[in-house]
């Protein structure tokens, strides 16, 4: 495992852009200056550093804390290569998976909150402990939404996901409940 020091022998980092950038050749084909890392089939940069893989993220927190981060490391804007360091924050699985993005089959713009055709009204639910929880159905997504927001805050969904789409939806139609 590489430590701190070992990491700023090769490598310099720009806080504020989250680029890696080499302090001297690592091969022949790779000059010093340039940009280090590539894309994996995940989207993360990695680096390659002394023949083992290392996502640019998780050295981000080691170049700037010192440590390697035991938990996952989340970008808060959802962004797999957006490394620079105020866009990092060490997370829990559970919080990472609560500020994942919206899902492509999602068409109410509202995590969690569906139209149930059958029953002719809207449907919120949470996951807890990757259980659903049915919050009830509703007359109007707006319910539905505010349901959902509140499940959000009452389980600490707000110490993770800093982007609610429930709560998005909240504000931009308040008034109209």
């Not at 002719?120 to 259980?131: D, P």
Request: one cysteine or more; aromatic letters at 12%.
């Amino acid at each position: 495992m590489i430590t701190q020091d070992q990491l700023k022998e090769v490598l310099d980092y720009n806080r504020e852009t989250g680029v890696f950038t080499w302090i001297e050749s690592p091969a022949k084909n790779v000059a010093a200056g340039s940009e280090a890392g590539s894309f994996d089939g995940g989207g993360y940069i990695q680096i390659v550093i002394n023949n083992k893989n290392y996502k640019a993220h998780r050295l981000a927190i080691l170049y700037t804390e010192g440590y390697l981060p035991e938990l996952t490391v989340d970008h808060i804007d959802r962004v797999r290569w957006h490394n620079w360091r105020s866009n990092l924050c060490e997370a829990s699985r559970q919080c990472q998976m609560r500020n994942r993005g919206m899902n492509k089959n999602n068409t109410s713009g509202v995590n969690g909150v569906y139209w149930n055709k059958p029953a002719g009204k809207w449907y919120a639910q949470v996951a807890i402990n990757s259980k659903l929880k049915n919050l009830g159905y509703f007359d109007t997504i707006l319910e539905a939404a505010y349901h959902r927001y509140a499940a959000e805050q009452c389980l600490g969904f707000q110490d993770c996901d800093l982007n609610s789409s429930a709560r998005k939806y909240i504000d931009q139609h308040k008034g109209k409940i």
